[in-house]
Structures are given as C-alpha cells and as structure tokens.
C-alpha cells in the first residue's frame, strides 16, 4: 500500500505495454517491408520471364500448333525456375465469360526451394480458379486495368508453404493480353529473420525498461516518496505527543510538498 510501490508498479506496467506496443509496430513495420522488397524482386523475375513466352502463340499453343516453339519455350521455363529459386512458374488462359475457370499452358515446377510437394498441372488442363481473389485479379490483368497483381500467403497450410505470387500480363505484339503469367516464390525468410528480430527488440525493451524504472523509481523516491513520508510521520507523531519536534526544512525541491514540510513546522 505504499506510494513508492504504487508508483513503481505503474511505471513497469506502462513501460511493458510500451514494449508490447513496440513489438507489434515493429513486426508490422518490418512485415510490410520484406513485402514491398519482395513484391518488387519478385515483379522483376516475373517480369523477365513475360520475355520467354511468345504471347502471339498462345492461341495457337491451345489449338495444338506450333508445338515445337512450346517444346522450346517449355525447356527455358524450366531451367528458369529452377535457376531462379522460385516454387512455381506457371502461364494460364482465363475464360474471360467469368474468370472462374482457367486452361494451363506452361507449369514449371521446382520442389527443392522450399520442400513443397506440387505437381506440375498438364498442358490444356482446365481448372477452376483458385477463389474470388484470384478470380478478381486475373481479371484486372486481362481487362487491362493492372500491370501487375500480388497475392500474399504469409501463413502455410497443410498445402502449401508461406509465399507471395505475383502475376502479371503476357501481350501478343499488338499489345493485347493474351494470358497470365503467375510465379510463385516461398517467403520462410520472413519467418526466419523476424523471429531473431522480435527477440533483439523485446528483449532491448525489457533491458532498457527495468534500467528505466529503476531509475526513475529512485528519483522519485529521493525527490517525492521520502520528502512525503517525513511530511506524513512528523504529522503522526505530532498528533500522538502535542510536542514540537525537529523542523522539516526544505525537503523537497517542489514548491507543494516545501509549502507542506513548513505548514507542518
């Protein structure tokens, strides 16, 4: 019941809901970061890959022609994927009626960089979409109304691992969108570097909290908690013996508890 007590108690619980409250701006913080850095790197390698796709020859893939040239175009995917670290490499042909199904045109598939289990879809094979993010975004990319859409997975699943996709437009010469082209690339770096990093700021704010409250619980204890204690003991022993006792003098460098020691003399 004591003051100093007291005062200590709300100091460290206010500097631990502090350290909280800088734990979570932090990891949202360094989250949207490593998002943004792997959005743009990501964009790049999708980006490139648009370069080994005929978008003229999509159609003509789909129709069973040219298939030498998808043989070709094929093998680069393949060995792109894999030289890239990234999970999945995949162009697809919406049905443009509802964007709620979808033909597979190239699957490439790399299993090693993050010990996933996918099996690459075949050629023609037609599937639903995904669900209606998905399903919203291919079509902003096929109407043309984005360049690029991003899709984040930063929690896995029984199916799959924590990974951003980022798709993005193949053009036939003319400009026109002709199919999407999708890669997905695994983000357990997230998981693995802002462990560490969550540790080092909760354990920096808990350091400098207990110096923190150590130190201003002492001022307040010499500047304030004595000062009154003296006030309140001097009071009491008064009130008990009627007998004048040693002045309180200046006890305080606060104005309210100096008035108080000289109301009390």
């Given at each position: 019941n004591s003051i100093a007590a007291g005062i200590v108690s709300i100091i460290v619980i206010s500097l631990?809901?502090?350290?909280?409250?800088?734990s979570?701006?932090?990891?949202?913080?360094?989250?949207?970061?490593f998002k943004n850095v792997?959005?743009?790197t990501t964009y790049h390698i999708a980006d490139t890959?648009?370069?080994l796709v005929n978008g003229d020859n999509i159609d003509e893939y789909i129709a069973g022609r040219e298939m030498e040239d998808?043989?070709?175009?094929?093998?680069?995917?393949?060995?792109?994927?894999?030289?890239?670290?990234?999970?999945?490499?995949?162009v697809i042909k919406p049905d443009t009626t509802d964007y709620a199904t979808f033909i597979s045109i190239f699957n490439a598939v790399d299993n090693t960089v993050d010990n996933s289990t996918?099996?690459?879809?075949?050629?023609?094979?037609?599937?639903?979409?995904t669900n209606e993010?998905?399903?919203?975004?291919?079509k902003a990319i096929f109407e043309e109304e984005s360049e690029q859409e991003i899709v984040y997975r930063l929690v896995g699943s029984a199916t799959y691992h924590p990974h951003i996709t980022m798709l993005v437009p193949v053009k036939r010469s003319s400009g026109e969108v002709t199919a999407i082209l999708c890669v997905q690339r695994p983000i357990n770096e997230i998981t693995a570097t802002i462990r560490p990093y969550l540790i080092t700021v909760a354990t920096s704010v808990m350091i400098l909290s207990v110096l923190l409250a150590y130190n201003i619980s002492t001022i307040?204890?010499?500047?304030?908690?004595?000062?009154?204690?003296?006030?309140?003991s001097e009071a009491m022993r008064f009130a008990k013996e009627n007998t004048v006792g040693e002045p309180l003098g200046s006890i305080s460098p606060y104005n309210e508890l100096s008035n108080l020691a000289l109301s009390i003399d």
């Amino acid at each position: 019941n004591s003051i100093a007590a007291g005062i200590v108690s709300i100091i460290v619980i206010s500097l631990l809901v502090f350290g909280v409250v800088v734990s979570i701006i932090a990891n949202l913080v360094f989250t949207n970061t490593f998002k943004n850095v792997y959005a743009d790197t990501t964009y790049h390698i999708a980006d490139t890959a648009t370069a080994l796709v005929n978008g003229d020859n999509i159609d003509e893939y789909i129709a069973g022609r040219e298939m030498e040239d998808y043989l070709r175009t094929k093998g680069f995917l393949d060995r792109y994927c894999k030289r890239i670290h990234v999970s999945l490499i995949y162009v697809i042909k919406p049905d443009t009626t509802d964007y709620a199904t979808f033909i597979s045109i190239f699957n490439a598939v790399d299993n090693t960089v993050d010990n996933s289990t996918y099996r690459p879809w075949e050629f023609g094979h037609r599937r639903d979409t995904t669900n209606e993010e998905y399903r919203l975004k291919y079509k902003a990319i096929f109407e043309e109304e984005s360049e690029q859409e991003i899709v984040y997975r930063l929690v896995g699943s029984a199916t799959y691992h924590p990974h951003i996709t980022m798709l993005v437009p193949v053009k036939r010469s003319s400009g026109e969108v002709t199919a999407i082209l999708c890669v997905q690339r695994p983000i357990n770096e997230i998981t693995a570097t802002i462990r560490p990093y969550l540790i080092t700021v909760a354990t920096s704010v808990m350091i400098l909290s207990v110096l923190l409250a150590y130190n201003i619980s002492t001022i307040i204890r010499n500047r304030f908690v004595e000062p009154v204690k003296k006030v309140s003991s001097e009071a009491m022993r008064f009130a008990k013996e009627n007998t004048v006792g040693e002045p309180l003098g200046s006890i305080s460098p606060y104005n309210e508890l100096s008035n108080l020691a000289l109301s009390i003399d």
